[in-house]
């Protein structure tokens, strides 16, 4: 009788895997364990985008209070002509500090390893592959044109925007316009079976109504694109943009040693779920551009020892290892192909041994 070996190889990829479950839990489902009001005072600035109007999280991210500080407090203080007082100034700060604090430890990883956006588009993406769909990088040549698009959504909907809508340019409902289009809103409350954020409202003015039609066809886009396309919506999410500003400052970080064998393989640009290319060809902190999330995916695949490790501070982590290599490859591709599971026939001898 055929026997099915299943041997369980303990992988880098399958512990981020249980802190994207634990991480997904908590910011989608959290506020069922301390109730909404605690969750909103436990978190209100995490690096990563868990909405605030999935009203059962356990936190929600940066972007929620940082739009509303813009018009708020900044925007309607600048409109009265006042002076940049201790009510401005101390909300911003303790918006941006614990955002640093947050980044000081993890830096990137909250977009690989916490983000739910982000774990969803992966298991939208493992299931297209299961169902046979073509996989669709991203070129290097269109990777330059898209980096730019994540600074200008930062910049024009997470700051300026708001801070129109602060001084009275804008409508009250441009208060915080990247909530209103972000694919988190809609994905996130879906899978708490609210229904709510994805009714656009016809009797709002035009800018809402925009904004919620922006928001129906974003949030289909993703999802539909990431059967095909790994993490469509991360290459151009503001935070990883907000991420990047402090990233060599976090503890937690890619390195690659120059080696003679780099810029030869190219297997740690095609395992990168971003497609950055740099990783092949670069060394030192050339090699992780802006778009790297620290998923530790090209540390997993690189086939030498030692190249690329994914350090806390002085400490290694994890470190890229032929042996490695050679284990991680039997059940996956570097692309993110799932490998069929080996069936191994026994022989009469070992039958008769066992």
Not at 52 to 75: E, K
Not at 251 to 278: F, N, Q, W, Y
Not at 290 to 315: M, W
Request: glycine share 8%; charged share 20%; proline share 6%.
């Amino acid at each position: 009788m055929p026997e099915r070996l299943k041997q369980v190889v303990p992988t880098l990829s399958r512990f981020r895997f249980l802190v994207q479950l634990l991480t997904f839990a908590l910011s989608v489902y959290g506020g069922l364990l301390v109730g909404s009001y605690a969750a909103e005072k436990i978190s209100t600035a995490l690096p990563a985008l868990s909405c605030a109007y999935d009203s059962v999280n356990g936190g929600y991210c940066a972007l929620v209070p940082l739009q509303h500080q813009m018009d708020h407090r900044v925007g309607a203080v600048m409109a009265k002509a006042q002076q940049i007082t201790v009510k401005v100034l101390i909300p911003v700060f303790v918006t941006f500090s614990t955002f640093l604090l947050f980044f000081f430890v993890l830096g990137k990883a909250f977009c690989a390893w916490v983000c739910p956006l982000g774990t969803v588009q992966e298991w939208l993406f493992r299931l297209g592959r299961r169902l046979g769909f073509g996989m669709t990088p991203v070129p290097a040549g269109k990777l330059r044109w898209l980096r730019p698009v994540k600074w200008l959504v930062l910049l024009g909907l997470v700051f300026v925007v708001p801070l129109l809508a602060g001084l009275g340019y804008a409508p009250h409902s441009a208060g915080n316009p990247y909530c209103d289009i972000c694919p988190s809103r809609i994905v996130t409350t879906l899978l708490t079976a609210n229904t709510d954020e994805l009714a656009i409202r016809t009797g709002a003015d035009g800018f809402s109504l925009g904004l919620g039609i922006v928001a129906n066809l974003l949030a289909g886009f993703v999802v539909a694109a990431a059967l095909a396309v790994r993490q469509p919506f991360c290459r151009i999410c503001p935070m990883l943009a907000l991420n990047a500003v402090a990233r060599h400052a976090a503890l937690l970080r890619l390195s690659k040693v120059e080696h003679a064998k780099c810029d030869k393989c190219g297997i740690c640009t095609r395992a990168c779920p971003m497609d950055i290319p740099e990783i092949h060809h670069e060394h030192g902190r050339r090699a992780f551009n802006e778009d790297c999330t620290l998923c530790g995916r090209c540390a997993e695949f690189c086939p030498d020892d030692g190249v690329i490790r994914l350090k806390f501070g002085p400490l290694a982590l994890f470190s890229s290892a032929r042996e490695y290599y050679k284990r991680r490859v039997r059940g996956e591709t570097p692309e993110g192909e799932v490998k069929p599971v080996r069936i191994v026939r026994k022989s009469r001898q070992e039958k008769h041994v066992g």
